[in-house]
T-cell receptor, first 114, second 113 residues
C-alpha cells in the first residue's frame, strides 16, 4: 500500500531532551516536507526537501533540523525541544516538484513538551 | 507572497443541505489549487484539485472551480452527509519558495443527522 508513515504517533517529553520523529514514504517521491498544525493557523511548513541531500527552510524552521540521506526517509530532529514546539506534526511527500503535484500526508505525530 | 483565506468555521448543517466553503487566494504566476480534507485523528488527504484557470475539480460529490478573475476556489456540495463531517483546507501550490504549498486555516464542518 502506498503510504507515508510517521513514528511515534504520540510523544510526551520534557524541555531540552533531544528527539527525532521519523518519516518514511514508499512511493519513490522526490519531494518531502514537514508541517506543524496549530489551531487557527492551518499548516505551516517547517522544512522541505526537493531530493536526496537537498533540504531548505520553510516558514517556521527555528528549533528544528532535518536530513535527507535516502530518498524514502526524512526525519525531523528537535535538538532541544521547548514548550512552544508542542503541536501536531505532519510529514508529506509529492511525486516531484511542480505546481500540479498534490501532497500525500502521514497520520501525524502529536508532540507535547512540558 | 502567496496566501490563502478561507471562511471561518465551524459550519453546522443538516444532512442533505447544500454546502459552500469560500476560499480566496493571492498568488503570483500560475499556481495550482487544492482542497484537502482531514477526518478526526488522521492526516490530510486530497479531495480535489484544479491546475489552471476555469478548471473544475470534482470528487465524491464535491466541486470547486478555479476562478482567476475573482481569485477564488469555493468548495460546494449539493447534499452533505454525516460522513462529510471533517476539517476542509484550501491550498495553493505555486512556483515560488521551493514549490511550497500554502494552506488556509481550515474550516470545520459538522453535519447533523
Amino acid at each position: 500500500e502506498a503510504q507515508v508513515t510517521q513514528n511515534p504517533r504520540y510523544l510526551i517529553t520534557v524541555t531540552g531532551k533531544k528527539l527525532t520523529v521519523t518519516c518514511s514514504q514508499n512511493m519513490n517521491h522526490e519531494y518531502m516536507s514537514w508541517y506543524r498544525q496549530d489551531p487557527g493557523l492551518g499548516l505551516r511548513q517547517i522544512y522541505y526537501s526537493m531530493n536526496v541531500e537537498v533540504t531548505d527552510k520553510g516558514d517556521v524552521p527555528e528549533g528544528y533540523k532535518v536530513s535527507r540521506k535516502e530518498k524514502r526517509n526524512f526525519p525531523l530532529i528537535l535538538e532541544s525541544p521547548s514548550p512552544n514546539q508542542t503541536s501536531l506534526y505532519f510529514c508529506a511527500s509529492s511525486l516531484s516538484i511542480g505546481t500540479d503535484y498534490e501532497q500525500y500526508f502521514g497520520p501525524g505525530t502529536r508532540l507535547t513538551v512540558t | 507572497g502567496n496566501s490563502v483565506t478561507q471562511m471561518e468555521g465551524p459550519v453546522t448543517l443538516s444532512e442533505e443541505a447544500f454546502l459552500t466553503i469560500n476560499c480566496t487566494y493571492t498568488a503570483t504566476g500560475y499556481p495550482s489549487l487544492f482542497w484537502y480534507v482531514q477526518y478526526p485523528g488522521e492526516g490530510l488527504q486530497l479531495l480535489l484539485k484544479a491546475t489552471k484557470a476555469d478548471d473544475k475539480g470534482s470528487n465524491k460529490g464535491f466541486e470547486a472551480t478555479y476562478r482567476k478573475e475573482t481569485t477564488s476556489f469555493h468548495l460546494e456540495k449539493g447534499s452533505v452527509q454525516v460522513s462529510d463531517s471533517a476539517v476542509y483546507f484550501c491550498a495553493l501550490r505555486g512556483n515560488t519558495g521551493g514549490f511550497k504549498t500554502i494552506f488556509g486555516a481550515g474550516t470545520r464542518l459538522f453535519v447533523k443527522a
